[in-house]
């Protein structure tokens, strides 16, 4: 199975390369359009949406219960439309529905301005002028259209896997070229990549069946999907929904187990496994409870082949190697899922379900792929208060995993506008052992002296202050104020922290 997703500007040639690859390979064909129409069969204002584009940002910034409808709803589309067989979808952005899903082969359709230019020329009978300002207006319209919908830039080429100048290469080479990419093992999806889509188009559906059942529609919910379990989370100010969320969705094929949660936003904690009993988990939780936050697992999976490891010999890693690519022989390397992932998958329920004992499960999720897909991913989701960094990159070396957990949380920080941490800083937040212990001490000493020596020697100490009998020290008694009222409140304030964190009430 193989999904080739197609951007394209205006009059870029895009349409027909599409429709010629999806023919040279036999993949049924589906745009944009398709996936409209079908969902304005379904009651979504399509057309209030697109005609929003026109007018200004503070205008179509209120469509986000729609946007949210036309998001879910074509999200379900396209994912039932996959699960049927091979497909080439053409759209603006068509990866960005998938979010997090490995294995697609990822296409930007690019012309040159005169090429574009004579295409309107000779289509839409325009002279010169009007046909660029026809593409200048119509890009302007798609990139809000894409902005509003995903929040990124489409033009930035680490969204795709290959651009493709048509000018250049023309139809007919370029649908020859990506015939034999579509090819490759890199770009047919793995039995990972079609449980990421299944999980998805659950959750699409569960969404969208909320968003459009009166009883619920006005609530702000998050949706994620699992193997059959969904997990809803909703604000605390729309609790009525609670009696209808699991009435809606027991109606939904494919929904086994239906989980509800009330919290203000979610704490996105990543790992590559997650096991019961893991400590961090806790520190999690209270960092959640904090905030009035759900807590959403996430796991993450590279496909990358794992690194030597730092310890081993290189005869010890090319015996690695050869295991790896003979074992991979007999099925094309696409591996089945194995007793170990279920036994992963059921270490993940157990902590989902510590989770919702304690009335702060958010849900989980899989995720595959680099950095670059996460960010694309976690862009589109919005209700982050916090992004936790596990133990990620287990399959690599360590100086390779440490290089590549830092990456991450550098490209995270710069462009999500909230806190990335990692465990290790969580655990300093909350651990307490023989370092906490020596510095309560000290501080707590310290502050104590600084107290017992203002009360026993406060008239001694007024009067130095005053300057009553040193005129000509006062400038010491200013130096003496500034520097130990500030060492005095440091030395209190990191006692009584170091206390209260003992005590858990931190």
């Known amino acids: 199975m193989s999904v080739i ?6 009059f870029t040639g895009g349409q027909e390369l599409a429709s010629h690859l ?8 589906m745009s944009r359009e398709d996936l409209s129409e079908q969902a304005i069969k379904l009651g979504v ?4 949406l697109q005609t929003s584009m026109v007018k200004p940002p503070r205008v179509y ?16 589309i396209l994912c039932e439309k996959i699960l049927e067989g091979d497909i080439v979808y053409l759209g603006h952005t068509g990866h960005m529905l998938l979010p997090g899903i490995p294995n697609i082969l990822r296409i930007r359709v690019l012309a040159d301005s005169e090429f574009r230019i004579n295409s309107v020329i000779q289509r839409l009978n325009l002279n010169r ?3 660029k300002e026809y593409i200048r207006d119509v890009d302007a319209d798609r990139d809000k259209w894409v902005k509003f919908l995903y929040g990124i830039d489409w033009y930035d080429p680490f969204n795709y896997d290959l651009v493709i100048n048509l000018d250049q290469t023309g139809t007919e080479n370029a649908a020859t070229a990506l015939c034999a990419m579509a090819e490759l093992p890199d770009f047919k999806l793995s039995p990972a990549s079609v449980k990421a889509i299944n999980n998805l188009y659950l959750s699409g559906k569960t969404h969208f069946a909320l968003l459009t059942d009166p009883r619920t529609s006005f609530a702000d919910v998050k949706v994620t999907a699992n193997n059959g379990v969904v997990q809803v989370t909703y604000l605390p100010q729309q609790a009525e929904v609670a009696p209808y969320v699991k009435e809606v969705l027991s109606k939904v094929s494919g929904v086994k187990e239906i989980h509800t949660t009330i919290a203000q936003s979610n704490v996105l904690f990543i790992q590559d496994k997650f096991s019961p009993g893991l400590e961090i988990l806790n520190s999690v939780i209270k960092v959640a409870k904090k905030w009035d936050a759900a807590v959403e697992l996430m796991s993450m999976t590279s496909s990358a082949a794992p690194s030597a490891p730092e310890d081993s010999s290189p005869g010890d890693y090319r015996r690695a190697q050869h295991e790896i690519v003979t074992s991979g022989e007999e099925n094309g390397g ?16 157990k902590c989902l379900d510590e989770l919702r004992k304690r009335g702060c499960s958010g849900g989980s999720s899989n995720f595959y792929g680099d950095a670059e897909n996460l960010l694309s991913t976690l862009q589109r989701r919005t209700n982050y208060s916090m992004v936790v960094i596990g133990d990620i990159y287990t399959n690599k070396g360590t100086a390779t995993k440490t290089r590549l957990k830092a990456e991450m949380k550098n490209l995270l920080s710069d462009n999500l506008n909230i806190p990335i941490v990692e465990t290790s800083e969580l655990e300093e937040q909350f651990k307490f052992g023989y370092k906490q212990v020596f510095k309560l001490l000290i501080t707590f000493a310290l502050a104590l002296a600084f107290f017992l020596a203002v009360f026993t020697y406060q008239r001694e100490i007024l009067i130095f202050l005053s300057g009553e009998k040193f005129h000509h020290l006062r400038i010491l008694a200013v130096l003496f104020v500034l520097i130990i009222t500030p060492l005095f409140a440091y030395n209190y304030g990191s006692s009584m922290r170091q206390i209260l964190r003992l005590f858990r009430l931190d």
């Open 5 to 10: 997703t197609i951007s394209r500007g205006t």
């Open 22 to 29: 999806a023919k040279k390979l036999g993949y049924q064909y």
């Open 45 to 48: 204002p399509v057309g209030k």
């Open 61 to 76: 910034r209120r469509l986000g219960r729609e946007r949210d409808q036309y998001l879910a709803c074509i999200t379900m």
């Open 129 to 131: 002028e009007k046909a």
């Open 334 to 349: 696409i591996e089945d899922d194995t007793a170990a992932d279920v036994k992963i998958d059921e270490e993940l329920s």
